[in-house]
């Protein structure tokens, strides 16, 4: 059995935790708040650039919009991912604690045919 936490991923936490630093600037490139928050994020979804969520990091007018005029403490990401490009988020992530989880991760993620990123 593996020894370390998997979850699945919850697309919603993205949007609570990683899209309001991001709204708060405007979505412009230039967000006033540290990559050092945003990589300390409960669940682990945040990227320095917030169109990383999506393939190939597009970012489109719609998504803005939709991103723009929702209450993000309320929305639910399902209710609006057809209005985002194609997510590039996880399905699963993990937090090893120490090398032994972290190796151990890797093997299972191996013998499932499934990358780490």
Not at 16 to 37: A, I, L, M, Q, T
Not at 62 to 69: E, G
Not at 75 to 104: C, G, H, M, Q, W
Request: proline share 4%.
């Amino acid at each position: 059995a593996d020894n370390f936490v998997t979850e699945v991923v919850d697309k919603t936490y993205w949007l609570r935790e990683c899209v309001p630093p991001f709204k708060k600037s405007g979505f412009s490139d230039s967000v006033d708040y540290s990559n050092y928050y945003l990589r300390a994020k409960k669940h682990g979804l945040c990227a320095d650039h917030l169109a990383c969520a999506f393939v190939d990091c597009e970012w489109t007018f719609a998504a803005a919009t939709i991103l723009q005029y929702s209450n993000l403490s309320a929305v639910n990401y399902d209710s609006i991912k057809n209005f985002l490009p194609a997510s590039n988020l996880p399905a699963v992530i993990t937090f090893p604690r120490n090398v032994k989880e972290l190796v151990s991760a890797m093997r299972a993620a191996k013998k499932r045919g499934r990358g780490l990123i």
